[in-house]
């Protein structure tokens, strides 16, 4: 069974830094995309990064381009966000989710894309 399970959220101080975890286990990544979205109280979820099957590919939200790096580790069958200089506007629950793609080497940050979804975990940065 297909299971993706985040970790790593925090409260954090503005300027700060997370590394996001995304632990999956039911699936081998080599066949699947995963994308990090994120959603806060009254806004839609948006798609903030995406790493392709292979892991050649990646996509990034304009939003957090140069702040944030996404990586996956295949022996650990986890997908890693590294968050850099946290502003107040990237609180929200981070979610990661999967969608197969068996070497597509495709990406994308459209959240219907996606079939498979985690729980979540908070992030929250404040003074």
């Known amino acids: 069974q297909l299971q993706l399970v985040e970790s790593g959220g925090d409260l954090v101080q503005p300027g700060g830094s997370l590394r996001l975890s995304c632990a999956a286990s039911?699936?081998?990544?080599?066949?699947?995309?995963i994308g990090w979205f994120r959603q806060s109280p009254g806004k839609e979820r948006e798609g903030v990064s995406c790493i392709s099957d292979t892991g050649d590919n990646t996509a990034y939200a304009d939003s957090v381009k140069g702040r944030f790096t996404i990586s996956k580790d295949n022996a650990k069958n986890t997908v890693y966000l590294q968050m850099n200089s946290l502003k107040p506007e990237d609180t929200a629950v981070y979610y990661c989710a999967a969608e197969l793609s068996l070497y597509t080497n495709y990406v994308s940050l459209v959240v219907a894309d996606f079939p498979f979804w985690g729980q979540g975990t908070q992030v929250t940065v404040s003074a």
């Open positions: 039911g699936i081998t990544l080599d066949y699947y995309t």
